[in-house]
């Protein structure tokens, strides 16, 4: 009889050994899932800045860039450039960074977008450079599929705007 009772509190105490095991991992894997997001919202509140320090007019014209990219729309895309040239190191353009004039920008994105298919361009945050500076940037989320591959590719696109005399104008896209 003693056998029998020291078999069954083995296989009792064993059995309640895996249990309290598989407890812990659960509540180990559950905290760091918690810890992961709680410093993925910490990171993305640091990287994109507060809406609120933007104005109106530059909410317009961030939204008219949003939908001019959502409807590949080269032409309005390209119409943010001033007299300046626009740096561009933007993945899908199929050339190197650089400075590109308002024209050169038409046929890069016309061919960009010709050679993909938008899944979601919006921008998620946007940050001044600081207060008396007149520069501005927006961060967009992007998701695309290259239509002669069927690749799919999610980036992040930054658009600096910069006042040039009175109006906002577009003076770099680039992705990371």
Not at 90 to 95: A, D, E, N, Q
Request: hydrophobic share 40%; charged share 30%.
């Amino acid at each position: 009889m003693k056998v029998f009772s020291r078999t069954v509190d083995g296989a009792f105490f064993g059995s309640v050994l895996r249990v309290v095991g598989r407890l812990v991992v659960s509540v180990l894997l559950v905290a760091a899932v918690c810890a992961t997001c709680a410093l993925a919202q910490r990171d993305v509140k640091i990287k994109l800045g507060d809406k609120r320090e933007i104005t109106p007019e530059l909410h317009k014209i961030f939204g008219e860039i949003e939908t001019a990219w959502q409807d590949s729309d080269a032409k309005k895309l390209s119409s943010f450039a001033g007299d300046s040239k626009v740096f561009l190191n933007v993945r899908g353009l199929g050339r190197r960074a650089g400075y590109y004039s308002r024209p050169q920008l038409y046929y890069m994105f016309k061919k960009m977008f010709e050679g993909m298919r938008n899944i979601r361009f919006e921008f998620v945050g946007f940050q001044r450079f600081s207060r008396s500076e007149m520069r501005v940037y927006g961060i967009a989320e992007r998701s695309y599929t290259n239509t002669g591959r069927g690749r799919f590719f999610k980036d992040k696109v930054y658009v600096t705007l910069m006042k040039e005399e009175k109006k906002w104008v577009v003076v770099e896209i680039k992705t990371i």
